[in-house]
């Protein structure tokens, strides 16, 4: 046990060492996060459809990278492709719409930023997953296999998105939204603490939800 009272600066500091906080990458969410998140934490961003959370996901695994995680970005919704496509575009400051048209240019900004940073970023990887029926187990036995065969680890985790995955448990009633979405999101956060991994997923609120009542989701921890 811990003596609560016996020495605070000593519980603190093994605290934040054990922690590792790490920057978001926008310094206004990190002032409201105390300066960033901490691994073995899971991190829900929260938004109404279309409004980007895949694009906060991707924005969020490229500030990671640049400070040199090596990041898993798993999509269950859209193809490995696309997801490069926009980081193309994010990387490049090119638009999705005009890459096609100057794919040599591209590549060749790619290889100059991987060659200018190659000490600096971590590694970048993109797995797809069946939108349904993939559970955090599945997530979990790619993460095993993927260091097996490469000899590398992950630093970080996005999961695009929450609301797609299923829980590992088949016990559980899928059509209760609430118990679905908590099962599946401890699952997370289990594999964040298991690994070590900074994890940030994203959960779509219900448009006829919001409209109906004054929805508060301030009490969704790191959301």
Same mark, same amino acid.
């Given at each position: 046990? !811990?003596?609560?009272?016996?020495?605070?600066?000593?519980?603190?500091?093994?605290?934040?060492?054990?922690?590792?906080?790490?920057?978001?990458? +926008?310094?206004? *969410?990190?002032?409201?996060?105390?300066? %960033?998140?901490?691994?073995?934490?899971?991190?829900? +961003?929260?938004? @109404?459809?279309?409004?980007?959370?895949?694009? *906060?996901?991707? #924005?969020? $695994? @490229?500030?990671?990278?640049?400070?040199?995680?090596? =990041?898993?970005?798993? !999509? /269950?919704?859209? $193809?490995?492709?696309? =997801?490069?496509?926009?980081?193309?575009?994010?990387?490049?400051?090119?638009?999705?719409?005009?890459?096609?048209?100057?794919?040599?240019?591209?590549?060749?900004? @790619?290889?100059?930023?991987? =060659?200018?940073? *190659? #000490?600096? +970023? %971590?590694?970048?990887?993109?797995?797809?997953?069946?939108?349904?029926?993939? !559970?955090?187990?599945?997530?979990?036995?790619?993460?095993?296999?993927?260091?097996?065969?490469?000899?590398?680890?992950?630093? $970080?985790?996005?999961?695009?998105?929450?609301?797609?995955?299923?829980?590992?448990?088949?016990? &559980?009633?899928?059509?209760?939204?609430?118990?679905?979405?908590?099962?599946?999101?401890?699952?997370?956060?289990?594999? $964040?603490?298991?690994? %070590? /991994?900074? !994890?940030?997923?994203?959960?779509? &609120?219900?448009?006829? %939800? =919001?409209?109906?009542?004054?929805?508060?989701?301030?009490?969704?921890?790191?959301?």
């Amino acid at each position: 046990g !811990t003596d609560y009272f016996a020495n605070p600066l000593e519980r603190l500091e093994k605290m934040k060492n054990r922690t590792d906080m790490t920057s978001t990458g +926008w310094k206004t *969410i990190d002032k409201i996060l105390y300066g %960033g998140t901490n691994r073995g934490e899971l991190t829900i +961003w929260c938004g @109404l459809p279309g409004h980007g959370k895949s694009l *906060i996901l991707q #924005n969020q $695994a @490229l500030n990671w990278m640049m400070q040199g995680k090596n =990041v898993l970005y798993i !999509t /269950l919704e859209l $193809a490995e492709e696309l =997801v490069g496509l926009r980081w193309d575009a994010m990387l490049t400051d090119m638009t999705t719409k005009n890459i096609f048209g100057a794919m040599e240019e591209v590549a060749a900004r @790619l290889n100059s930023l991987k =060659v200018k940073n *190659i #000490n600096e +970023w %971590g590694k970048l990887q993109i797995k797809k997953f069946p939108e349904g029926g993939t !559970t955090v187990n599945d997530i979990r036995a790619y993460i095993k296999e993927y260091e097996i065969q490469t000899g590398l680890k992950f630093d $970080a985790l996005c999961v695009d998105y929450l609301d797609l995955l299923y829980p590992s448990s088949g016990k &559980i009633d899928l059509n209760n939204i609430f118990m679905k979405d908590k099962m599946t999101s401890e699952e997370l956060r289990g594999l $964040a603490q298991d690994y %070590g /991994l900074l !994890t940030a997923s994203a959960s779509q &609120i219900g448009k006829s %939800g =919001v409209q109906e009542a004054d929805f508060d989701i301030s009490h969704i921890a790191g959301g």
